[in-house]
């Protein structure tokens, strides 16, 4: 079976660009959650998609936002581009409650 | 204070060493998780717990709920276990937002 995968793997932007990142979960997975990994750093959480539902959100600002197709797939969608930005973003999925499954990452620069 | 803490940040040992790693944290859970992380970024998550103990192959976690702390252990370590391990908190059930410590990179010497 394959597992998370996300695309694409490595991404340039500049200031003030917007950026959508994917990710297509495990299938029969129907939870997917976004991760933010700036270096050095643990990964933060952004958001998290249980039946195309918004089931939580991190402490990002409003230019981040996201969505779950009927799929089960997810889009990280980033506006105005700053150059904080720049991170590895991981998408995790599950089947419900247990252990999340993640993806390869996108490593998105911002210059 | 971080919610959840790691220690050591930083680890060297021989290759055939026993390993363990500790995560304590601050808040109400409902699952721990201890991931690896290889350079280059992929997450590998190694187990997940809410109560006693698991194994799976040379590695161990445990958890203690009244004290809020867990370790992973590592028994005869090899210079492949090499990485940064993460543990993360889920906080609520049904809600899987993790909290994540910040990583303990380990490095085992052959």
């Known amino acids: 079976d394959a597992g998370v995968t996300q695309s694409p793997t490595h991404l340039i932007k500049t200031r003030g660009q917007h950026v959508t990142l994917r990710c297509s979960p495990i299938s029969g997975h129907k939870s997917v959650s976004w991760y933010q990994q700036v270096l050095g750093q643990g990964p933060q959480f952004i958001f998290q998609?249980?039946?195309?539902?918004e089931r939580g959100r991190g402490n990002f600002p409003d230019r981040f936002s996201a969505r779950q197709f009927p799929n089960y797939s997810s889009e990280l969608n980033v506006n105005a581009l700053l150059l904080g930005d720049s991170a590895l973003y991981l998408c995790?999925?599950?089947w419900g409650l247990g252990i999340q499954y993640f993806g390869p990452g996108t490593r998105l620069l911002v210059l | 204070k971080n919610e959840v803490e790691q220690s050591p940040q930083n680890l060297t040992a021989q290759e055939g060493e026993f390993i363990t790693i500790n995560c304590s944290y601050s808040?109400?859970?409902?699952?721990l998780h201890w991931l690896q992380q290889h350079p280059g970024g992929g997450i590998v998550s190694l187990f997940m717990l809410s109560s006693g103990k698991k194994k799976h192959g040379r590695l161990i976690a445990t958890i203690n709920i009244q004290e809020k702390h867990s370790s992973l252990h590592i028994t005869a370590s090899h210079p492949r276990d090499s990485a940064v391990y993460i543990c993360a908190v889920g906080a609520n059930f049904g809600n899987e937002k993790l909290t994540f410590g910040t990583g303990t990179r380990l490095t085992i010497i052959p």
């Open positions: 808040v109400g859970i409902s699952a």
């Open positions: 995790a999925s599950s």
């Open positions: 998609y249980y039946e195309k539902e």
